[in-house]
Nanobody
Framework: QVQLVESGGGLVQPGGSLRLSCAAS????????MGWYRQAPGKERELVAF???????NHVDSVKGRYTISENFANYAVYLRMNSLKPEDTAVYYC?????????WGQGTQVTVSS
């Protein structure tokens, strides 16, 4: 059973930075999409950023210029650098991998932005 293991969440003051990491517990054949989602209390889970093996990446408008997704497809890992954090960024962040036939989720890591 493949697990996606996330790390890097925590409590940070507004304006601060965090770097989230996510790595697969073992080899996954054919990963072509890696993404980060987040879910705030009482809200739907939303896609924050994604990157594909073909080199395409995108970030949701609310985080553009502040967040940067990066990848290491060879080692089944994805990262999210978050700068200039705001209280509204507070959420549980989940990583997500896809192949042509399978979908994997991490367990989530809490990010809290508060003074």
């Amino acid at each position: 059973q493949v697990q996606l293991v996330e790390s890097g969440g925590g409590l940070v003051q507004p304006g601060g930075s965090l770097r989230l990491s996510c790595a697969a517990s073992r080899y996954i054949y054919g990963v072509n999409f890696m993404g980060w989602y987040r879910q705030a209390p009482g809200k739907e889970r939303e896609l924050v950023a994604f990157i594909t093996r073909a080199g395409t990446s995108n970030h949701v408008d609310s985080v553009k210029g502040r967040y940067t997704i990066s990848e290491n497809f060879a080692n089944y890992a994805v990262y999210l650098r978050m700068n200039s954090l705001k209280p509204e960024d507070t959420a549980v962040y989940y990583c997500h991998f896809r192949t042509s036939s399978m979908s994997y989720w991490g367990q989530g890591t809490q990010v809290t932005v508060s003074s």
